[in-house]
């Protein structure tokens, strides 16, 4: 199974910058976005042999999300505890639950860091409870670079959104309630492998990037992962896609 994950920071905008191309192309089974940025209705799409599932944000023009699958899943719920920003999708197979995920951003001066926190507890305990019944995938934007290699300037990024220490303990507790990150797993050694460049200072022409677009997948399954991608060369968004082969 391929799966493709992508925050399209706007999948309208994203629309006139490649994204069918992109979506035709990529050979997904199943295909999540973030950060849609509109509700279903105003948009159309070209999704033939696919089924599709929105998350929409109550506030409009502001995150969501969504996942397009050739596989009809068991079941579908959406958000967590009383998200209202459509940040949460999960798909249930018979093998396996998919979530799509949108992480809040802890914002300027980090007035939003101990939501986001609070936040990250609530997937922890999502994710952790249906680990419990059969493995997970978990993708999306977590917004965290969760260590020093997945961040070209590590040392001035400290007190920013994104990097703090705070941010970069709770995803190793997500961690280490039993996931592993499928692409540090398989390329323990990369360097300057980044999936999200600010707009500002030619960031992306310099990849001074973050990596903080994940699949992430219950440890006990990660011997089943063939590969995780980075799709570097795909613009359209301030963030790239990502991807995971496995055989699940």
């Known amino acids: 199974m391929k799966a493709v994950s992508w925050n399209v920071n706007g999948l ?42 929105w ?13 397009f699958t050739k596989r009809r899943p068991l079941s579908v719920t959406y958000g967590i505890g009383g998200d209202s920003e459509g940040r949460v999708i ?24 101990e939501y986001r926190l609070e936040w990250d507890r609530s997937l922890r305990e999502h994710v952790t409870a249906l ?11 977590f917004n965290v670079a969760h260590t020093e290699a997945d961040i070209k300037n590590a040392a001035p990024n400290r007190t920013h959104a994104g990097f703090t220490d705070e941010e970069r ?19 323990p050694a990369a360097r300057d492998k980044y999936t999200y460049w600010t707009y500002m200072f030619k960031a992306r022409e310099r990849n001074a990037g973050w990596r903080i677009d994940y699949f992430l997948v219950s440890s ?17 968004s301030d963030h790239c896609p990502v991807g995971l082969v496995i055989e699940i």
């Not at 973030?34 to 209705?41: A, I, N, S, Y």
């Not at 999960?90 to 860091?113: A, C, D, I, M, Q």
């Not at 006990?220 to 359209?236: C, F, P, T």
């Open 220 to 236: 006990r399954i990660k011997d089943k992962v063939a590969d995780s991608l980075i799709y570097s060369g795909v613009y359209g």
């Open 12 to 53: 309208r905008s994203c629309m006139g910058k490649g994204f069918m191309d992109f979506f035709r192309d990529s050979g997904a089974d199943i295909f999540c976005v973030q950060e849609t940025k509109l509700q279903r209705g105003e948009i159309r799409l070209d999704l033939s042999g696919y089924f599709e599932y």
């Open 90 to 113: 999960t798909l249930e197979y018979e093998g396996f639950f998919l979530v799509n995920v949108y992480v809040p951003n802890s914002g300027e001066e980090l007035k939003r860091l």
């Open 169 to 187: 303990e709770s995803f190793t507790k997500l961690l280490e309630a039993g996931f592993t990150d499928t692409f540090r797993e398989l390329y």
């Open 55 to 67: 998350n929409d944000a109550e506030k409009k023009g502001y995150s969501g999300t969504a996942v």
């Open 131 to 141: 680990d419990k019944k059969k493995p997970v995938i978990a993708c999306g934007d």
